[in-house]
Nanobody, 124 residues
Framework: QVQLVESGGGLVQAGGSLRLSCTGSGRTASTYGMGWFRQAPGKERTFVAA????????SYADSVKGRFTISRDNARNTLYLQMNSLEPEDTAVYYCAARQSRYLSDTKEEYANWGQGTQVTVSS
């Protein structure tokens, strides 16, 4: 079992940037594929970005391609999401997740471990 803790959310104006972090407990956390998902009020949780265990393979939702970058530092057991050119439509609670596989996935049902979420609010 991996415990995940997100940080870095907040309020930002449209066009601004934020960097989210997610720290995982346990030395095996660095061997897992990980992802970011988000959930806006009244909507389902949706895929944002994913990364494999080594960081060499990534995947993004079409809505964030070219604006968001997922990365990881396995020495620090930390996952990042750099978010640039933020839009009001990016407003949501952002969750990091880990799956018990080295490979990435864009399917939330394939992730067994979730953080508590961090709120991102983008004002227009």
């Amino acid at each position: 079992q991996v415990q995940l803790v997100e940080s870095g959310g907040g309020l930002v104006q449209a066009g601004g940037s934020l960097r989210l972090s997610c720290t995982g407990s346990g030395r095996t956390a660095s061997t897992y594929g990980m992802g970011w998902f988000r959930q806006a009020p009244g909507k389902e949780r949706t895929f944002v970005a994913a990364i494999n265990w080594s960081g060499r393979s990534t995947s993004y939702a079409d809505s964030v391609k070219g604006r968001f970058t997922i990365s990881r530092d396995n020495a620090r057991n930390t996952l990042y999401l750099q978010m640039n050119s933020l839009e009001p439509e990016d407003t949501a609670v952002y969750y990091c997740a880990a799956r018990q596989s080295r490979y990435l996935s864009d399917t939330k049902e394939e992730y067994a471990n979730w953080g508590q979420g961090t709120q991102v609010t983008v004002s227009s």
